[in-house]
């Protein structure tokens, strides 16, 4: 299964932010004082918000300490398709692990509520694992489960909705391409009696 891509910023993105961190020295220089506290306030309420995150998170990881991607899978039954299952797991795992661990998920972990992930970075996390499912994320405005994802089971059905990818002349087990035309085979192989 292929890691999700790194998303690179596009070039107007450093013209951006160069303009921000130059707007910010401008400021800092006309009005430092309010600045350094508007900082530190914020710096404190960044802090905050981090160790709570941090404590919540721990509780969760402690509390599934022994469930692994085999219960996760299980929860879906046979008929679900298993790179789905895997790229879902292991992404969200990944991303709301605490102290470089992965935490276990759940079938009927709530994204927003439960695992604490913003609408935003859902959506990128979405793109990823569609990556990593080969699966396409075009058109998922026709999907019907547009819009209704709300929990980590939601986002499996989605993705089992949304069309595979199929690279041209690839293996579909990920095996060795075959070249399309004649396999140049021009007689029958000898019958086995």
């Known amino acids: 299964m292929p890691p999700a891509p790194i998303?690179?910023?596009?070039?107007?993105?450093?013209?951006?932010?160069?303009?921000?961190?130059?707007?910010?020295?401008?400021?800092?220089?006309?009005?430092?004082?309010?600045?350094?506290?508007?900082?530190?306030?914020?710096?404190?309420?960044?802090?905050?918000?981090?160790?709570?995150?941090?404590?919540?998170?721990?509780?969760?990881?402690?509390?599934?300490?022994?469930?692994?991607?085999?219960?996760?899978?299980?929860?879906?039954?046979?008929?679900a398709d298993s790179w789905i299952l895997r790229a879902v797991y292991e992404e969200f795992s990944r991303f709301i692990a605490v102290d470089r661990r992965a935490i276990p998920i759940r079938r009927e972990d709530r994204c927003s509520e439960d695992l604490k992930i913003d609408p935003e970075d859902f959506d990128d996390l979405a793109r990823d694992i569609a990556f990593r499912a080969r699966r396409s994320m075009d058109?998922?405005?026709?999907?019907?489960?547009?819009?209704?994802?709300?929990?980590?089971?939601?986002?499996?059905?989605?993705?089992?909705?949304?069309?595979?990818?199929?690279?041209?002349?690839?293996?579909p087990n990920g095996g060795p391409a075959t070249q399309l035309g004649n396999s140049g085979v021009t007689e029958e192989p000898p019958s086995v009696s």
């Open 7 to 79: 998303h690179k910023p596009k070039w107007w993105a450093w013209i951006f932010v160069t303009a921000l961190f130059a707007g910010l020295a401008y400021w800092s220089w006309q009005q430092p004082y309010l600045v350094a506290v508007l900082f530190a306030v914020l710096g404190v309420l960044v802090w905050i918000q981090t160790i709570w995150q941090t404590h919540s998170r721990r509780r969760l990881a402690a509390s599934r300490h022994e469930e692994s991607i085999c219960r996760f899978a299980r929860s879906f039954g046979l008929g």
């Open 139 to 171: 058109a998922c405005d026709k999907n019907p489960f547009y819009g209704k994802v709300k929990t980590v089971g939601d986002i499996v059905t989605f993705l089992e909705y949304q069309p595979l990818i199929v690279e041209p002349c690839t293996a």
